[in-house]
T-cell receptor, first 114, second 115 residues
Framework: AQSVAQPEDQVNVAEGNPLTVKCTYS??????LFWYVQYPNRGLQFLLK??????LVKGSYGFEAEFNKSQTSFHLKKPSALVSDSALYFC????????????FGRGTQLTVWP | EAGVAQSPRYKIIEKRQSVAFWCNPI?????LYWYQQILGQGPKLLIQ????????DSQLPKDRFSAERLKGVDSTLKIQPAKLEDSAVYLC?????????????FGPGTRLTVT
């Protein structure tokens, strides 16, 4: 079965500092991985995805994620955090059998303080 | 382009009552999803439609939940009768072409409170 783990419920970082939101996954076969962000009272918004190719994936709003197959990780990163990045972040993995269901992690609340 | 539309945004009902949620996906998106997001958890897929056909409803509690997408465009999710544990945000999402390789676009969700 496919699964995703986000080991940190909360991440706090000062504005201007680099940020990392961690994600590990468990899949059979090659993983298709996604990051979504959720702002209060809004739906999830797509940030980036890894399908194949370069292990460093660049996405929206200056975010990037590093795919590490040996560590089964797909950590979200940003070189310089903004207060406006404060939100709930979800990692997800796609089930490659059948219709391709997305399995989401529990989410990590990122707070960037000024 | 317009995003995924959902209504209502909020709903409060008593247990054993029924409720319905509506979703209109992004124009041209063939695949439509309904998710349940319980507080403190990630979204969980309830049902996936490809055009007007169901392709995955394995996690839908069929004794009380039903969904339809009759004309392959908008969709309705119904709960009858509701239980306290159904309190959650119900998210609708859509994607174009083949679901596997394309990101999903989410609506703002309907927050359901069952008392």
């Amino acid at each position: 079965a496919q699964s995703v783990a986000q080991p940190e419920d909360q991440v706090n970082v000062a504005e201007g500092n680099p940020l990392t939101v961690k994600c590990t996954y468990s899949v059979s076969g090659n993983p298709y991985l996604f990051w979504y962000v959720q702002y209060p009272n809004r739906g999830l918004q797509f940030l980036l995805k890894y399908i194949t190719g370069d292990n460093l994936v660049k996405g929206s709003y200056g975010f990037e994620a590093e795919f590490n197959k040996s560590q089964t990780s797909f950590h979200l990163k940003k070189p310089s955090a903004l207060v406006s990045d404060s939100a709930l972040y979800f990692c997800a993995v796609r089930d490659m059998e059948g219709p391709g269901r997305l399995y989401f992690g529990r989410g990590t609340q990122l707070t960037v303080w000024p | 382009e317009a995003g995924v539309a959902q209504s209502p945004r909020y709903k409060i009902i008593e247990k054993r009552q029924s409720v319905a949620f509506w979703c209109n996906p992004i124009s041209g998106h063939a695949t439509l999803y309904w998710y349940q997001q319980i507080l403190g958890q990630g979204p969980k897929l309830l049902i996936q439609f490809q055009n007007n056909g169901v392709v995955d409803d394995s996690q839908l509690p069929k004794d009380r939940f039903s969904a339809e997408r009759l004309k392959g465009v908008d969709s309705t999710l119904k709960i009858q009768p509701a239980k306290l544990e159904d309190s959650a945000v119900y998210l609708c999402a859509s994607s174009s072409k083949t679901a596997r390789y394309y990101e999903q676009y989410f609506g703002p969700g309907t927050r359901l409170t069952v008392t």
